[in-house]
């Protein structure tokens, strides 16, 4: 791994005790841990009119967010503030390299990684979050405090922008340095606050909103669905009111639809909801030719982007390839190329040789150099 980081965590007892359930603070959970990223380089990201950053500034009682892209003269404030800038790892290598840390996680759960810088005594506030995240302390210190369980009910203060609780209730609090991490689960309210200056890498998860899923889920359900097929009621009771909708009407109803709802229903809808891509990933028409010539040519090394959001499944035909919310329907002869793909982010020499020597994975290679999920070099 990158940096010689490993995690200092019994993985087996952290999902059987902790994931979803219950934070955990890990002292020194990456040895002689040095950050990917200083200030210096995050600021200079902030510059950059690609890259979504904001900056939130406390005066007193008072919060105030400003987005991105920033001048140097932005970050020149006579009050505590923190720059915040997303998908860090989108464009900084050793920074995607800390995805690896969480690899006992699922790819498809894992999200961006936002990175943030704060001067003394800044912080963004008491908050809670609807997913998981890891909070690992680059340079500097962070005091954290744990609070209660939140959900959408919990009053927030009046704000355009920013989701700040109007109460908070600690109950646990640490100092965090650099190397240590504090992992909060789904809906703790959390609250940092910089203790000098300090940077923070927000190892965040992703989860599908439950009202996506249906509505993914029906779409598929409809596709399935014969269009003459209507609403029948045979052997029904002569009615005696007319106008009114009897609640045998309504059981008729909910009737057939439990049955059609019964219906086994494809399973791609899921593989690409959770891979839509959270950002736009623009496809340069040259470079996407050029990656078809390189792998129909002499092409050294094929490696995942780190924008890029890949997974897939099994089934009895062959394999479902879900790439940034498309699915790759394939052989199931892409299987061994296509795990060496999602552990280890790259196929090259004999391995990408055994990838292109078989026909359906040359052609999924193809494709996913078209929809921008690999580099071909």
Request: with cysteine.
């Amino acid at each position: 791994m990158s940096g010689g980081w490993e995690l200092n965590l019994d993985r087996a007892e952290f999902l059987a005790q902790h994931w979803q359930r219950q934070p955990l603070l890990i002292r020194n959970a990456i040895s002689n841990f040095r950050p990917p990223l200083d200030s210096h380089q995050l600021a200079g990201l902030a510059l950059e009119d690609e890259v979504e950053s904001r900056l939130i500034e406390q005066r007193g009682k008072t919060w105030r967010q400003y987005d991105g892209p920033f001048s140097e003269s932005d970050f020149l404030r006579d009050r505590p503030w923190t720059l915040l800038v997303q998908a860090v790892d989108h464009y900084i290598p050793a920074v995607a390299e800390l995805h690896r840390l969480i690899d006992f996680i699922p790819q498809w759960r894992t999200d961006d990684i936002m990175v943030s810088y704060a001067v003394d005594g800044a912080s963004v506030g008491p908050h809670y979050d609807n997913y998981d995240v890891f909070l690992l302390q680059g340079e500097g210190h962070r005091r954290w405090q744990l609070g209660q369980r939140c959900d959408h009910t919990s009053p927030l203060i009046p704000h355009d922008d920013l989701r700040i609780l109007s109460a908070f209730e600690p109950s646990a609090e640490y100092l965090l340095g650099p190397g240590d991490i504090l992992y909060v689960p789904p809906g703790v309210a959390h609250w940092g606050i910089a203790q000098g200056e300090c940077t923070t890498f927000s190892i965040g998860f992703r989860a599908p909103r439950i009202s996506d899923m249906v509505s993914r889920w029906a779409d598929q359900l409809l596709q399935q669905l014969p269009p003459e097929q209507f609403y029948r009621d045979p052997g029904r009771a002569p009615v005696v009111r007319p106008g009114e909708l009897h609640p045998r009407d309504l059981e008729q109803a909910m009737t057939q639809l439990h049955d059609v709802l019964g219906q086994a229903v494809g399973a791609h809808w899921f593989g690409e909801l959770v891979t839509e891509p959270r950002y736009h990933i623009e496809v340069d028409d040259d470079e996407a030719a050029r990656a078809h010539a390189l792998l129909k040519g002499c092409a050294r090394s094929v490696t995942l982007s780190p924008a890029a959001k890949v997974a897939w499944q099994q089934d009895a035909t062959g394999i479902a390839v879900f790439a940034n919310g498309e699915c790759l329907t394939c052989a199931a002869s892409v299987l061994p190329s296509l795990l060496i793909l999602c552990r280890s982010e790259a196929l090259a020499d004999a391995s990408l040789d055994k990838a292109m020597a078989d026909p359906d994975t040359a052609s999924m290679l193809g494709s996913l150099a078209q929809s921008g999920c690999i580099y071909v070099e």
